[in-house]
Structure formats: structure tokens, C-alpha cells
């Protein structure tokens, strides 16, 4: 398995691929990933110089860590396999893979992949891949989606195709977003792979995206993507576990392993009742922890 399947992916910043002010340094915001874009933000007579510039950056440029993914036009286009080999010869990470409705939709792209691969000397396998989820049927067959394909790191709602589909619009509430959200991160889950939520696009009320983040925090989704390196700062505080958190992750993990080897099933931790069923969670909170670069402890 690609190591890089399972890394912290707080915050995906989408980026026009065609704009080289915006893809030549977005790594000092410090993203987790950027999604440098083929598909919506760049105009139909202009899809051919976006993979130039993009190519171009992708081989050229030192994103310092910052994961690369691109996302390409849909399958009903002629552009997406021109993508594929674009993104592929320049080293993208990724290949995000727009307005996904089906297992098939995944394979196909899989197979353009690997051939991409072969044709330009990368490793098998080196390419990963994420789906957009962003219409009711797409929703519906979330966990086939999911299993599709070994490449395949997560998934993620696009809320304003999806409510569009849906016959409502986006309200700022969730309410519409939450069935949609619900049944991805359960498909997601089940199949072991990331799950990933929609853009919040009013930038002038950051407080609204503060609640919005904490609400598919609380849910369990793995990270968020954005707009505008204003919200980045957001996301990661938080999605980074707290102090607290992390001190009490730690006392689980400790005592866990201690009363299992004693035949103790259950006992408290600050006042709390704790038993084996807590370990995941809390072994969690520290790897995430670590990921994010603020655990100093030992285990």
C-alpha cells in the first residue's frame, strides 16, 4: 500500500492550475494538500495552457512537503485523459476525480492512471486517487466507490453540485448537506478510507466557517477543503487535537495496556469509564497528534 494513503489531510486548498501567481507558492500558507484544478475554474479555450502551466509547476517547484492532487475534467469530456498523462508525467500525488457515480467511474480512471504511469517511468502505484462525490446517485453508491479501487485515499462531498441534484441550494445551516454528509462518512469508514467535506465560499463570515468545521469535526470527517488561505488556520486548530486532549489520549492508552495485561476490562480515567473499546480512539488522537507535529510525548 502507497504510504502516503493514510497521511493528515486537514485542509485541501483548491488552486486555479492555469494561474502561475496562484500555484507558485502556495506551500508557505502551509496546507495539508493543495488541489490545483483543471476542470471548473479553468474555461473551455483554455484547458490546454492549464496543463502546460501545470506541468510545468509540478516539475519545477518545491511545494515543500504539500501534497499535490489535481483534478481533473469529468469522464464525459475529451479533456480528462490528456489530464491523466499531464499530471502524472509533471508527479502529481493525486488525481481527484470530479463528479464520480459509480465504481466504474474510478476504474476507468485507474486504468488511464496506470498507463500513465508505465509510459512516463513512475512506480506503480505511486499515483493515489479521490473521488468527488456531487450528486444523489453518487451519494448512494458511496461505499461501492469507496472499494473501488486499492489507489483510492477518500472521498469528497462537492455541496454545490450536490444540492443542485437535490433541488434545494446551500443555506449555510447543514441542513441540506446533512444526509449527504452522514452517508459518506460511513461508506467511507466502513471501506477504511478519508472522508472529505465541501467548500464554505462566504468569506466574509468566518464565523459561520468556524461552526462548520466544528460540525463535520464532532461528525468525523478528516479534513475540510477551502477557498482562501484564511481559513487554513481554522481547520488546523480545529482538527489538531488539544493539550488535553492529547494528555488524556495518553492515560487511556497507558492504562489500557496496563489493566489489559492484569485481566481488568474496565476502569475510570479522570473520573470516566474507560474499557478496551476506547484504545482505537485514543491510539488516534495521538497519531493525529504526531501528524500535526505538536506531540512531545513518548508513546
Not at 462525490?133 to 473501488?148: N, T
Not at 467535506?197 to 468556524?210: P, Q
Not at 495485561?261 to 488522537?285: E, L, N, P, Q
Request: overall charge neutral; some cysteine; proline content about 3%.
Amino acid at each position: 500500500m502507497n504510504p502516503n494513503k493514510k497521511r493528515l489531510r486537514r485542509t485541501m486548498m483548491f488552486l486555479n492550475a492555469q494561474k502561475p501567481g496562484l500555484i507558485k507558492d502556495p506551500y508557505i500558507y502551509k496546507p495539508d494538500s493543495i488541489m490545483l484544478d483543471l476542470e471548473d475554474a479553468v474555461a473551455e479555450k483554455q484547458k490546454d495552457a492549464a496543463r502546460f502551466s501545470l506541468y510545468h509547476a509540478l516539475k519545477t517547484i518545491d511545494y515543500r512537503g504539500c501534497e499535490r492532487v489535481v483534478r481533473i475534467n469529468a469522464l464525459d469530456t475529451p479533456y480528462w485523459r490528456e489530464d491523466v498523462r499531464c499530471s502524472v508525467a509533471g508527479g502529481c500525488d493525486a488525481i481527484r476525480i470530479p463528479k464520480t457515480e459509480s465504481a466504474k467511474d474510478v476504474k476507468v480512471v485507474e486504468e488511464a492512471i496506470t498507463a500513465a504511469e508505465k509510459e512516463f517511468g513512475r512506480e506503480h502505484g505511486s499515483v493515489l486517487m479521490m473521488a468527488a462525490i456531487e450528486s444523489a446517485r453518487g451519494v448512494m453508491r458511496a461505499l461501492d466507490i469507496c472499494e473501488a479501487s486499492e489507489r483510492l485515499f477518500g472521498i469528497a462531498l462537492s455541496g454545490g453540485d450536490y444540492t443542485k441534484d437535490l433541488q434545494t441550494r446551500i443555506t449555510g445551516t447543514g441542513i441540506e448537506l446533512m444526509g449527504a454528509r452522514q452517508n459518506m462518512l460511513i461508506a467511507a469508514r466502513a471501506a477504511g478510507v478519508q472522508c472529505f467535506d465541501t467548500v464554505y465560499t462566504d468569506l466574509d463570515n468566518m464565523e459561520g466557517f468556524r461552526q462548520d468545521v466544528e460540525t463535520i469535526h464532532l461528525m468525523g470527517f478528516d479534513g475540510k477543503s477551502i477557498i482562501n488561505p484564511r481559513q487554513i488556520a481554522i481547520v488546523h486548530s480545529i482538527f489538531t487535537p488539544s493539550e488535553k486532549d492529547i494528555i488524556f489520549a495518553e492515560k487511556v492508552v497507558r492504562e489500557i495496556e496496563d489493566k489489559r495485561a492484569k485481566g481488568i476490562g474496565v476502569f475510570t480515567v479522570d473520573g470516566k469509564m474507560i474499557d478496551i473499546a476506547f484504545y482505537d480512539g485514543a491510539k488516534r488522537t495521538i497519531e493525529l497528534a504526531k501528524a500535526s507535529g505538536v506531540y512531545k510525548g513518548d508513546l
